[in-house]
């Protein structure tokens, strides 16, 4: 009904994939209850699932992780319960207040964090304190990567803290990340110099709004080439590097390409309205 009514309205000249570009946005912001939330979940989970299994060379489903920036703690809740383990936030405070949350401590006490957001290193301290912090995916500069490790080594952990290098493969001046070709010598730099940290993989935020058909994603593709570079030049197995990319409107590409992790927000909890910067 949906697409017949905007056929109704539309110019000739729109396409299939309009059309559903369009129905995908209209769903995104009809998914504001619990209910609407789960089912997000589920499709997001059908979708990965469809994918990995016509991937040839592996068969493992990449990480979803549920990207919760500004969604209320009993959307948190409700997915938890149906099996939702990873949950992604970008601005400290609200990883802070979310992860401390006492009903949240009670009811997800297997949570686990990715911050997925720019760090200041003021900040590092705030975001190392998070209970359940599982690992922080954009670490970009030789000066953060030591005030991370410091700080983890200060709170006596027993565990390293995993962290992921974010990578600039746009090379798009307002995104975090560093070039491409620095990435060798920072993971080394990371693997001798960080001792309290466990670097598992390479990150990217791709092109948004990409156009697959025009081909692979290029930020992807430069991301995998990355995950080369490092084995070949640091005699490293594939299989101990991870890559996380691929958000709502392209983690089945991602996946296609090589991701073994994702980030979804969108897809999941529905439209989110603009936030200030903090």
Not at 30 to 48: A, P, Q, Y
Not at 53 to 82: D, F, N, W
Not at 105 to 130: P, R, T, Y
């Amino acid at each position: 009904m949906f697409i017949k009514s905007l056929l109704s309205i539309c110019k000739p000249t729109l396409t299939l994939n309009n059309l559903i570009s369009l129905r995908l946005n209209y769903n995104k912001k009809k998914m504001s209850t619990l209910e609407n939330v789960i089912d997000g979940l589920n499709d997001v989970k059908c979708r990965i699932k469809v994918v990995t299994q016509k991937q040839k060379e592996c068969c493992v489903e990449p990480r979803l992780v549920a990207v919760s920036k500004t969604k209320p703690i009993e959307h948190i809740i409700g997915i938890y319960q149906k099996g939702q383990r990873h949950f992604g936030e970008n601005y400290v405070q609200e990883l802070i207040a979310k992860s401390t949350d006492p009903e949240i401590l009670e009811k997800c006490q297997d949570i686990k964090w990715h911050f997925i957001g720019h760090i200041q290193k003021n900040k590092v301290s705030k975001v190392l304190m998070a209970p359940g912090l599982h690992v922080i995916e954009t670490i970009d500069s030789e000066k953060l990567a030591s005030a991370v490790n410091d700080g983890w080594k200060k709170l006596n952990k027993e565990n390293k803290l995993k962290i992921m290098i974010q990578v600039n493969t746009s090379n798009e001046k307002e995104k975090s990340g560093i070039t491409t070709d620095s990435v060798v010598d920072f993971y080394k730099f990371i693997v001798e110099k960080c001792d309290h940290l466990e670097l598992i993989g390479l990150m990217t935020i791709g092109q948004y709004g990409y156009d697959c058909s025009q081909g692979p994603n290029p930020d992807f593709l430069a991301l995998v080439d990355c995950k080369k570079n490092v084995c070949d030049k640091l005699k490293l197995n594939p299989s101990e590097i991870e890559l996380s990319m691929g958000m709502s409107d392209d983690f089945e590409h991602a996946i296609e390409l090589g991701s073994t992790n994702v980030r979804v927000g969108s897809s999941i909890f529905g439209f989110r309205p603009r936030k200030e910067k903090q």
